[in-house]
């Protein structure tokens, strides 16, 4: 199950999410049993399915929200491209996000320290070292 969970690809998200489907609406069915039950005068019975099917009901709808928002998380990773300003005079050293129009050695904003402008020295896009995710099969 950990093993699941670490590895965030859409194949095993899509398997979580019909595990969680099939788990709430055997909760549903649980909950309409003991409803039943209940009326059918078997009240212990009838508490017991309720307890299980509520149980399960809110163990998949929390599973649900979990898996969606790892999801979502995956969508909005895209490595951010980053520019990095230098002023030429005292040396200080700025990092921002690229914005359109960015090349190398264009002048931009003054410096904060001694106000000189500054020079874009690097762009280049953030690259965090991930291993690629393999599927177990
Ligand atoms: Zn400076």
Redesign the pocket.
């Given at each position: 199950m950990s093993k699941a969970s670490s590895s965030s690809t859409a194949k095993i998200s899509s398997f979580v999410l019909i595990v969680i489907f099939i788990t709430l609406a055997l909760s549903l069915a649980a909950i309409v049993l003991s409803v039943n039950a209940f009326s059918g005068g078997q009240e212990v019975f009838a508490g017991y399915l309720l307890l299980i099917g509520v149980l399960s009901a809110a163990l998949s709808v929390y599973v649900l929200f979990q898996t969606r928002k790892r999801i979502l998380r995956l969508k909005i990773e895209v490595p951010p491209i980053t520019t990095t300003i230098e002023?030429r005079?005292?040396g200080?050293k700025s990092i921002r996000e690229f914005q359109r129009g960015d090349y190398i050695f264009k002048d931009v904003e003054p410096?904060q320290?001694?106000n000189?402008n500054m020079l874009i020295t690097a762009i280049y896009r953030e690259v965090k070292e991930r291993k690629r995710e393999r599927f177990p099969f």
């Open positions: 002023c005079k005292c200080f410096c320290k001694c000189e």
